[in-house]
C-alpha cells in the first residue's frame, strides 16, 4: 500500500506585495516544533520582489508551493485558492506579515485531537519594527455565536480548523471581515472551538492596513450584521454597541 505523504497541517498564506515583512512570516511557518507540514502561498499579482523571495524559500524547503494569480482577486480569493489546492488534515492561515511563535501549531494540533474542529490563541502587536506595542489580547477558552457578536475572540492568524471545513465553508468575497463571518458561520452549524490563553501570535499594527482602518472596518461589521447574519434593527444595534465597547477596550485602553 501507497503511503499517504500528505502533511498534517496545510498553512495558508495570501500575499500582495508582502516583500517588507514576508520573510519574517515565512521563517515564523518553517521554525515550527511541528514539521509535518506545508506552505501553500498564493500571491495576488504582486508587483514587488515577493515572488522572488518565495522562490528563494522553495529552493532551500519542498515543503513551500507557491500559486500565482496574474489578476488581483484580493485577499479572500487568494486564500480560498490556497485551500483548495492545500492537502492537509488541517488548515492554519497566517498573514503575509504577522509572526507565530515556534509552538503554535504543536500546541493547536494537541488541542484539536481533543475533538475540537476550530482552535485559536491569544496574540500581541507588534509595530513596524517588531516592537510590542497595546497589551495582549487575551482569549477565553471557550467562543461562540453570541460571544462572537460583539467581541472579536479569533484573529485570523491564530486560527487552524479541519480542512473538510475549509473547504466545505469558503470565505466570501463579498465582506471586508470575511473571516468573522466565515467563524459565525461554523458557530451557527453547532462547530465547537476551543482556545489557548497562551499567546501564539505577534499581529503586525501597520498605518494603512486594512485592520488599522476603523472607520471601515465599523461600518463594515454593520453590513455584516444585517445583511450577513440578518441580525433586527435593535439586535443589531445592542451586537455593534458591545462591538463598539470591546473594540476601545481591544485596541486604545
Not at 106 to 112: K, L, P
Not at 224 to 232: E, G, M, N, T, V
Given at each position: 500500500?501507497?503511503?499517504?505523504?500528505?502533511?498534517?497541517?496545510?498553512?495558508?498564506?495570501?500575499?500582495?506585495?508582502?516583500?517588507?515583512?514576508?520573510?519574517?512570516?515565512?521563517?515564523?511557518?518553517?521554525?515550527?516544533?511541528?514539521?509535518?507540514?506545508?506552505?501553500?502561498?498564493?500571491?495576488?499579482?504582486?508587483?514587488?520582489?515577493?515572488?522572488?523571495?518565495?522562490?528563494?524559500?522553495?529552493?532551500?524547503?519542498?515543503?513551500?508551493?507557491?500559486?500565482?494569480?496574474?489578476?488581483?482577486?484580493?485577499?479572500?480569493?487568494?486564500?480560498?485558492?490556497?485551500?483548495?489546492?492545500?492537502?492537509?488534515?488541517?488548515?492554519?492561515?497566517?498573514?503575509?506579515?504577522?509572526?507565530?511563535?515556534?509552538?503554535?501549531?504543536?500546541?493547536?494540533?494537541?488541542?484539536?485531537?481533543?475533538?475540537?474542529?476550530?482552535?485559536?490563541?491569544?496574540y500581541d502587536f507588534i509595530d513596524e519594527q517588531d516592537r510590542p506595542v497595546k497589551r495582549p489580547f487575551i482569549v477565553p477558552e471557550k467562543a461562540g455565536y453570541d460571544a462572537m457578536l460583539t467581541s472579536s475572540l479569533i484573529g485570523c492568524?491564530?486560527?487552524?480548523?479541519?480542512?473538510?471545513?475549509?473547504?466545505?465553508?469558503?470565505?466570501?468575497?463579498?465582506?471586508?471581515?470575511?473571516?468573522?463571518?466565515?467563524?459565525?458561520?461554523?458557530?451557527?452549524?453547532?462547530?465547537?472551538?476551543?482556545?489557548?490563553?497562551?499567546?501564539?501570535?505577534?499581529?503586525?499594527?501597520?498605518?494603512?492596513?486594512?485592520?488599522?482602518?476603523?472607520?471601515?472596518?465599523?461600518?463594515?461589521?454593520?453590513?455584516?450584521?444585517?445583511?450577513?447574519?440578518?441580525?433586527?434593527?435593535?439586535?443589531?444595534?445592542?451586537?455593534?454597541?458591545?462591538?463598539?465597547?470591546?473594540?476601545?477596550?481591544?485596541?486604545?485602553?
Open positions: 500500500m501507497e503511503k499517504n505523504n500528505d502533511p498534517l497541517v496545510s498553512v495558508v498564506m495570501a500575499n500582495y506585495n508582502g516583500e517588507r515583512f514576508v520573510r519574517e512570516s515565512i521563517e515564523s511557518v518553517l521554525s515550527q516544533t511541528m514539521q509535518d507540514l506545508e506552505l501553500v502561498i498564493v500571491d495576488d499579482a504582486s508587483t514587488d520582489s515577493s515572488v522572488e523571495i518565495f522562490r528563494e524559500y522553495m529552493r532551500k524547503d519542498p515543503r513551500i508551493r507557491l500559486i500565482r494569480s496574474h489578476k488581483n482577486r484580493r485577499t479572500a480569493a487568494s486564500r480560498n485558492a490556497a485551500i483548495r489546492a492545500s492537502r492537509g488534515e488541517y488548515v492554519a492561515i497566517i498573514d503575509n506579515d504577522d509572526l507565530w511563535e515556534p509552538d503554535k501549531l504543536e500546541r493547536q494540533i494537541a488541542i484539536a485531537r481533543q475533538g475540537y474542529p476550530l482552535v485559536y490563541s491569544s492568524s491564530t486560527a487552524m480548523l479541519e480542512a473538510r471545513l475549509a473547504k466545505e465553508h469558503p470565505f466570501r468575497r463579498d465582506f471586508y471581515h470575511e473571516d468573522y463571518v466565515l467563524w459565525m458561520e461554523l458557530f451557527k452549524e453547532g462547530v465547537e472551538a476551543r482556545g489557548d490563553e497562551k499567546v501564539l501570535m505577534h499581529y503586525r499594527v501597520r498605518s494603512g492596513s486594512r485592520s488599522n482602518k476603523k472607520e471601515k472596518a465599523a461600518k463594515e461589521r454593520w453590513k455584516i450584521y444585517r445583511k450577513a447574519l440578518h441580525l433586527s434593527l435593535p439586535a443589531s444595534i445592542r451586537a455593534f454597541a458591545g462591538y463598539s465597547i470591546h473594540g476601545i477596550i481591544k485596541y486604545y485602553l
